[in-house]
Each structure stands twice: as C-alpha cells, then as structure tokens.
C-alpha cells in the first residue's frame, strides 16, 4: 500500500460545482454588471470574507451597496448562497472511501456558503472534520491553512492524499510534505487516486 491514511477533498468543483449565472443575472436585471467572477469579488470584498476579515453583514452591506434603492437583503443572501450543485459521483466516492480511510474537507470559502452547503448537502456528516478559510483567516494555497488541517485533524502529511482542482493549491499542498493530485474530472481523479491506495 502507499501508506495513505487520509484523503483532504476541496470542495468547490470536486465535491459541489458553482455557477455564477443566475446570481449575475440577478444583478443585471438592476443594471449591475460585472466582467467576471474576478470582477464580483473584487466590487464586493469577497476575498476579505473568505478570509474571515469581514462579517456576513458586511459582505452583504457590499453587495446591497450595489444596488441604487434599498434590496431585500433575505433575497439576495438567498440569491449569493445558491449557486451549487452537488458533484454526485464523487461525494458517494468520499463516502465510500471513509470506511477505509478518514476523509476531510478544506475549503477556501464564506460563512453564509459554508453554512448553506453543510444545511444542504450534509457534507459535515461526510467525512471526520471540515476546515474553512474564514475560520483561520488563511487560504490555500498558504502554508498556514494546511498546517493548521494537520493540527486540526493530526494529520501525517506524508501519509495524507489532497485533491483540488486548482493546480497552485495542490503545489502547496505538496510543499507542506503532503501527497496531492490536481482533480480535472472525476473519472481521471478517481483512476489516479485508486493507483495511489493501491500502489506499493
């Protein structure tokens, strides 16, 4: 065996997907426009509150500060919170694999969608723990926040699997001595994760 003990999942794009559609359209409609998702967060602190800098009131202040007349600000956090679907295939995957090996959650994300994913989807009941940027004021790729999932968790990093599909998160995760694969889709995740469990 390869010695893999435990496996950390990001969760945005490997265990849930996001879509910013319909929040954007939202917004159009009361002819507030943005470029991109790079575009929203920076008009809208977004950065700041995933690091735990700002409250949930006052990131959706920002986000009501948009508008040129008063908002219903129950509709627009209902409006910023749904943006998910969950990935299926692979959230059963992750359960599956908790009956051999601890499963985690690390996630560079916002109270109000860490929140709602854990209502939604259960995903608190998925693994042994979750760790979100907020709580630590640290986000991956940052050494800080992985060291503080091995505290956390008492995480070997040698014998700990991280998969992200972003590849500078999991250039950081291996700089801190862990294991880590870039997720792309979930059958080549699932086939190089497999080769690693299995490999001697």
């Not at 209902?78 to 690390?106: C, H, R």
């Not at 916002?110 to 940027?133: F, N, P, R, T, V």
């Not at 599909?165 to 080549?188: F, L, P, R, Y």
């Amino acid at each position: 065996m390869s010695g893999i003990k435990n496996i950390v999942f990001d969760l945005g794009r490997v265990l849930v997907d996001f879509n910013y559609d319909d929040l954007f359209y939202y917004f159009s409609k009361h002819g507030i426009f943005f470029k991109s998702v790079e575009d929203f967060a920076a008009r809208t602190n977004l950065v700041d509150y995933e690091y735990g800098s700002i409250s949930s009131d006052e990131f959706i202040d920002k986000l009501s500060e948009l508008f040129t007349h008063p908002v219903n600000r129950e509709l627009l956090t209902k409006k910023w919170v749904q943006i998910f679907d969950p990935i299926t295939q692979m959230i059963e995957w992750a359960s599956d694999l908790k009956n051999t090996y601890g499963i985690f959650i690390l996630s560079n994300t916002s109270a109000l969608h860490w929140d709602y994913l854990i209502s939604e989807y259960k995903l608190d009941q998925l693994g042994m723990g979750m760790l979100a940027s907020f709580e630590v004021a640290a986000m991956k790729p940052e050494e800080a926040i992985f060291r503080e999932a091995e505290k956390r968790f008492d995480l070997n990093p040698e014998t700990t699997l991280f998969i992200d599909d972003i590849k500078k998160n999991v250039e950081g995760a291996i700089s801190c001595g862990w294991q880590a694969i870039h997720h792309t889709n979930v059958e080549e995740t699932q086939k190089h994760v497999n080769a690693r469990l299995t490999s001697p």
